[in-house]
């Protein structure tokens, strides 16, 4: 290592070109860096879904969703299935084994068995889609185009067609739109007068509406095609259509028993800003687009969309991905420019002179080869990559100050600079290579973390541990290169005159509590036991806690049987209360969307960041709570949480074969869950719909003419729903051309009756005459399966200021032993929250477990010695004391966030430990006249500036993140508060604990080797 030192430190000139690259190289990446808002997170899940207008849920689970999950349950790679099967949707949710399997395989062969599955209804008017979801699927932008019914939807779909020619769009998906499509909509009085059926103009239009190749006409020079064109291709020319006629000439045609319009399809959901009808457009970039300058394309295209845009419309602007990563870009910026700053600051004040200056070199150049190295790898600037630079900033200079203090104490005797240079690093390569793997060491466990955690933390400790070898590489073979042109002797003497009256001060203090070694010892482990107890006992694990909430949400169920107008007018009503509660001048948009047929919606508003800081969510929450429910069957508040998606708090699966013990124990869980203390919006994912109008056929007359049950179903359902019957394509886009009764003849089962069915042989014949009708009340309207077995999911939210997830969670998993004792053929399952918080916590132990063991062989090999390498060790739980008191004063609970922070401490807390353990063996064998007690006093004296002038500037670049001084984000506060006061502690008790635990390791090994000698 030496003939390397001195080969950098000879050839300067090399290391100031090596210096100058990295920071050019490191301007180019910051430039090029992709800018995200979140992690590329793979969330491992799969939604099939699979549409089909008209059908029940029993049809869709019988017909679709058992088919499809006979098909997918073989596949291996999957951890898990939901399944809802409702009217007109299948939708199966595979969880897929992130940790252990390829997900582009298991994506590839859902794919192959959802496309061979061939036994689906023959009349499904959509394929199958399969969507992987992954964090490019979340929409950057969503845009809301306000304004009468059908001008909305068709500048819609037209925004939509161009938006997704732009370079950096991959798709758009839209709400509350209504497809155009050609409708004959046929008046049941005039067929009932006619004896026509809906069958026969379905029959006639399509007869007629068809281009046939007829072949060709050859001679020996030529050959001519011949084809006959009869494809509709104007709306106009359907009215013409004859539906009927006679020898004689008597002809019916479509205008005289219908009106063909140019309409949308039925609507099914709707979508409103405030209380205006608008349709919602979630616009998704493509995965390697840069996130800020895809959503600058989309606003320059609308702005200029606009200007041309019918006046009775208006485009607003609902969600805007780039305005938080802008927001938090700035945050982390200025926080990090301002931690720069007080590095900066604490360097120049600590070190002298020109040895200051050249020392805060190593940081810009270790931050900005670092952005070059990840910029190379694909790495995105998102609020992961963020938060390691932000923990990084103190850390950077660390190795640099050690190396660099070492340096003026070498000069101060005068030893000339180049010998100095080197003899500083030659002294100290080995601790500071200690101190920078042991920190590497704590970070890269985080690696381990499974699940969607662990994808989402993934590039934190790449990050980290490439700054840091960067810096290290940069202590050792730049910074002497320009230490060599820095202080003179006397300059180092004159600057230092201030520090040595507190290190003499800090020496004595010292001697004292060497001569008390074992009180001293005992004083620290009585605080550290205290902080364990106030950590136990006091502070509460959240996985992802909310603060400053900006977005509160209104979940709400409805009676199915009510119109979507009459849903649309509640829905308005509860935007109109709530925003009445809220402040209408607090709140900055809202929006409400509803599905009539399942009686679902929710109503999102956004508040203002000003009011959003100001005000405590859980009061809040409590407010809404009290807002009028009777118009709805189900109403929840909840505010939206950060981080990635985890569930619901408490979220209980119970699934089983045997529906009767199943839904036995459900009731008794309800039960018991209804008497916890702390729940709130208790939902047991049962669905109990409204009135209905059965349809028994009857057998012995539908066998007389020839009929089934299938034909009956049929001809209601073209009905009612309408067929589809061919395509009219104008300007290149195909439309539905769709046959059915007008709304008149759909509005009553009076008229339905009456409509005609056809026979085979050509006879129309009442549906009356086949059937029987009998109104009832039908059963749940969505089936659901857990892992392909039927099941009952059981949701529930927490009053955090009486219990928490892991609490609640907790209690149930007791109530559920009692219940499964009682009811064998059940299972059960803990999703949501607890099963995130569950596998984010046990994959922390076992970082944690490993950061230890790994950190240990390092001191081992190092020291070669089990005590000296426990007893630096055991530093670690002397950071946890600062952890413990910053929460609870801040009142603020330990979050996956925090423990983030805490399992990396554990790496950075000790650095100062391997220093001063190096220093005072060092001191050993060169004091040999001196007594232990005056060598630890000393040498830790002599560490005392290099020790507080490392922590400070990690401490001091953790600050303004810390308390938000550029900026709050949720996220990094937690990570930052635990590094900084966690390392403020051991520091301080580093100090104390180290020399008074070596005094005590040296008097027992004294003693136990006086014991042996004697025998």
């Not at 068995?113 to 979801?133: F, G, K, M, R, Y």
């Not at 810096?471 to 290169?481: K, N, Q």
């Not at 005992?522 to 909430?549: C, D, G």
């Not at 996956?896 to 391997?914: D, E, H, K, R, W």
Request: proline share 3%; charged share 20%.
């Amino acid at each position: 290592m030496k003939i390397l030192f001195s080969y950098f430190i000879q050839h300067y000139k090399l290391s100031f070109v090596i210096l100058i690259a990295g920071l050019l190289l490191g301007v180019s990446g910051l430039i090029n860096l992709r800018r995200e808002a979140r992690p590329p997170v793979d969330f491992a899940r799969v939604i099939v879904t699979t549409v089909h207008p008209g059908a029940s849920s029993e049809e869709i689970e019988e017909l679709i969703t058992n088919k499809l999950e006979q098909r997918l349950q073989n596949i291996n790679g999957i951890r898990k299935s939901n399944s809802i099967s409702s009217p007109g949707l299948s939708q199966i949710t595979l969880y897929l084994d992130l940790d252990n399997i390829d997900t582009e395989k298991v994506v590839a062969e859902i794919h192959w068995a959802i496309q061979s599955t061939n036994d689906l209804p023959a009349d499904l008017l959509e394929t199958t889609t399969v969507t992987h979801v992954k964090a490019a699927e979340i929409p950057i932008v969503s845009i809301a185009v306000i304004g009468p019914d059908q001008k909305r939807s068709r500048v819609a779909y037209e925004l939509k067609t161009l938006l997704q020619n732009l370079p950096d769009i991959a798709n758009i998906q839209m709400s509350g739109f209504q497809k155009r499509e050609f409708q004959i909509l046929l008046d049941p009085q005039k067929a009932i007068e006619q004896s026509i059926s809906l069958s026969e103009v379905v029959k006639a239009v399509q007869a007629y509406s068809q281009d046939i190749s007829a072949g060709t006409i050859r001679s020996q020079k030529t050959q001519n095609f011949v084809r006959v064109f009869g494809k509709i291709k104007k709306a106009k020319e359907l009215e013409d259509i004859v539906v009927r006629s006679n020898f004689y000439g008597k002809q019916i045609l479509i205008k005289d028993i219908a009106a063909v319009k140019d309409a949308e399809e039925d609507q099914t959901s709707s979508f409103f800003v405030k209380d205006k009808a608008a349709v919602l457009l979630m616009i998704n970039k493509k995965e390697k687009a840069d996130m800020l300058k895809a959503i600058q394309q989309i606003e320059v295209f609308i702005n200029d969309y606009k200007k041309t845009m019918d006046q009775e419309l208006n485009i607003v602007t609902l969600f805007d991905e780039s305005e938080k990563t802008k927001k938090r870009l700035n945050i982390v910026t200025s926080n990090a420019l301002f931690g720069l700053v007080l590095v900066l600051l604490i360097l120049l004040l600590c070190l002298p002179g020109w040895l200051g200056i050249a020392t805060a070199f190593s940081l810009p150049f270790s931050i900005l080869a670092t952005i070059a190295l990840i910029a190379s790898l694909g790495v995105t600037f998102n609020i992961i990559t963020t938060c390691a630079f932000v923990i990084c900033i103190g850390m950077l200079v660390d190795n640099s100050i050690v190396i660099s203090e070492n340096y003026a104490q070498l000069r101060s005797r005068n030893i000339l600079p180049h010998q100095a240079a080197l003899q500083s690093v030659m002294e100290l390569w080995r601790p500071v290579v200690a101190t920078t793997v042991t920190t590497v060491l704590a970070f890269l466990p985080m690696l381990l973390t499974k699940g969607i955690m662990g994808q989402f933390i993934r590039w934190m400790p790449i990050v980290v541990s490439i700054a840091l070898m960067i810096s290290l590489a940069e202590a050792f073979f730049l910074l002497p290169c320009r230490l060599r042109f820095t202080v003179s002797a006397k300059k180092e003497r004159k600057d230092s005159i201030w520090f040595l009256k507190i290190k003499e001060l800090f020496e004595r203090f010292m001697l004292r509590a060497l001569e008390r070694k074992y009180l001293s010892v005992f004083v620290v482990i009585s605080i550290v036991i205290a902080s364990a107890a106030v950590s136990h006992f006091q502070n509460r694990f959240i996985l992802f806690p909310k603060e400053n909430v900006e977005m509160y949400n209104a979940f709400f169920e409805l009676k199915k049987d009510l119109s979507l107008k009459e849903m649309e007018k509640r829905a308005i009503r509860l935007e109109k209360q709530k925003r009445q509660l809220l402040g209408k001048d607090n709140i900055r948009r809202s929006h409400i969307s509803i599905n009539s047929l399942t009686g679902v919606g929710s109503l999102t508003t956004e508040v203002h960041e000003q009011v959003a800081k100001k005000w405590d969510h859980k009061n809040i929450l409590k407010k809404l709570r009290t807002l009028e429910s009777s118009p709805f069957t189900k109403l929840r508040f909840d505010a939206f949480r950060l981080g990635p998606p985890v569930g619901r708090p408490v979220e209980l699966i119970l699934f089983s074969q045997n529906e009767l013990q199943l839904n036995r124990a459900v009731e008794e869980i309800l039960k018991e869950l209804t008497s916890m203390e702390g729940l709130l919006n208790i939902e047991d994912g049962r669905d109990y719909s409204g009135p209905e109008y059965a349809v028994y056929p009857d057998a012995n007359a539908l066998s007389r003419l020839r009929l089934d049950t299938k034909s009956v179903g049929l001809a209601l359902k073209a009905s009612l729903q309408g067929s589809i019957i061919g395509e009219i394509t104008e300007k290149g886009e195909s439309f539905y051309i769709r046959a059915k009764y007008n709304n008149e003849g759909r509005s009553s089962m009076d008229l339905l009756k009456y409509i005609n069915i056809l026979t085979p042989d050509g006879r129309r014949i009442p549906m009356n005459n086949v059937v029987k009708w009998k109104k009832t009340e039908r059963g749940s309207e969505i089936k659901k399966h857990y892992s392909f077995t039927p099941s009952v999911t059981l949701h529930a939210d927490v009053d955090l200021n009486k219990t928490t997830s892991i609490v609640a969670n907790s209690e149930i998993q007791k109530q559920m032993i009692k219940i499964q004792k009682k009811y064998p053929a059940i299972s059960y399952t803990q999703a949501g929250e607890q099963e995130s918080t569950k596998e984010s916590i046990s994959s922390l132990i076992q970082a944690m477990i490993l950061v230890i063991f790994g950190i240990f062989s390092v001191l081992l090999l190092m020291f070669n010695s089990f005590s000296v390498s426990l007893l630096i060790l055991s530093n670690v739980f002397l950071g946890f004391v600062g952890i413990s008191w910053a929460f609870l004063l801040h009142s603020k609970p330990l979050s996956f966030s925090a423990m983030v922070g805490t399992v990396g401490l554990a790496g950075v807390v000790i650095n100062a430990a391997i220093i001063l353990v190096s220093f005072i063996e060092k001191r050993r064998k060169e004091m040999t006249k001196k007594s232990l007690n005056e060598i630890l006093a000393k040498a830790a004296a002599d560490r005392m500036r290099p020790i507080f002038i490392t922590s400070a500037t990690t401490v001091l670049g953790l600050f303004p993140t810390s308390y938000g001084i550029g900026g709050h984000d949720s996220f990094l506060i937690p990570v930052t508060l635990a590094l900084t006061w966690g390392l403020i502690s051991g520091t301080l008790l580093t100090l104390i604990w180290t020399p008074c635990g070596y005094a005590i390791i040296q008097e027992i090994s004294g003693w136990i080797k006086k014991k042996i000698s004697g025998n």
